[in-house]
């Protein structure tokens, strides 16, 4: 007896964006992202992290996207609740502590693990700093605080922009634990950018792989 296969948690219908002046980035483009982890795989310059922004529905483009049942157009609050991101660029948290900036990012999640939140912190070393403005962080620890927020989510999509960057040995080795365990929860997909196949990681199984440029 065949097992019936869980439904996407997002598709992408005729999907097109450019920046002015740019090549497309997609045009029409269709696409389906299911339970576990899909790489979202692209050189430097690819497009990768915009196409998480459009994704993420902080960048406007013109298609369907459906997430977990609510579509960004008809439901664009239901649709951003959906789904965690948080740009690697973003100055936007560097007045407020690592504290408050984790109480922002899972405002209305009400998935939110806060004990894995807290093993995360402990895993991610980032204890002695999470009453720190986050301005007075590194690059580094801006990222764990980051992550931290997105591993112990209840959003069914969880969205990261080459989360190794700027971590040391033991923070990587304590992400990809994390990745495996929230990959396994039904319900759950993980969307990574990347410019490496993450061969390296052999326990997370990758359930799809997207090519830049889009084909």
């Known amino acids: 007896m065949n097992t019936p296969m869980p439904p996407p948690i997002l598709q992408l219908q005729d999907l097109s964006f450019s920046y002015p002046d740019q090549p497309a980035l997609a045009s ?7 339970e576990g982890v899909t790489l979202l795989l692209g050189d430097t310059g690819t497009g990768k992290s915009t196409l998480l ?3 993420a529905g902080t960048l406007p483009a013109s298609g369907r996207l459906t997430l977990a049942g609510a579509r960004l157009d008809a439901e664009p609050g239901v649709y951003e609740r959906n789904v965690f991101f948080c740009d690697p660029a973003t100055e936007a948290f560097d007045q407020v ?11 209305g999640d009400a998935g939110f693990d806060p004990a894995s939140w807290q093993a995360l ?6 204890a002695p700093h999470i009453e720190k403005p986050m301005y007075m962080l590194s690059t580094g620890s801006k990222r764990k605080v980051w992550l931290a927020a997105a591993l112990a989510s209840g959003r069914p999509l969880v969205l990261l922009d080459e989360p190794e960057g700027a971590l040391d040995a033991r923070s990587i080795g304590c992400l ?10 039904a319900g759950h997909a993980i969307v990574i950018a990347s410019s490496a ?3 390296h990681v052999p326990r997370v199984p990758l359930a799809g792989c997207i090519e830049l440029p889009l084909r």
Do not use: K
């Open 197 to 199: 196949r993450l061969e």
């Open 97 to 107: 502590t690592a504290r408050a900036c984790t109480a922002t990012l899972s405002e």
């Open 28 to 34: 029409g483009w269709c696409a389906s992202v299911g």
């Open 53 to 55: 922004r459009v994704i």
């Open 176 to 185: 990809w634990n994390a990745v495996e365990s929230l990959a396994a929860r």
């Open 121 to 126: 912190v402990e895993g991610f070393s980032l």
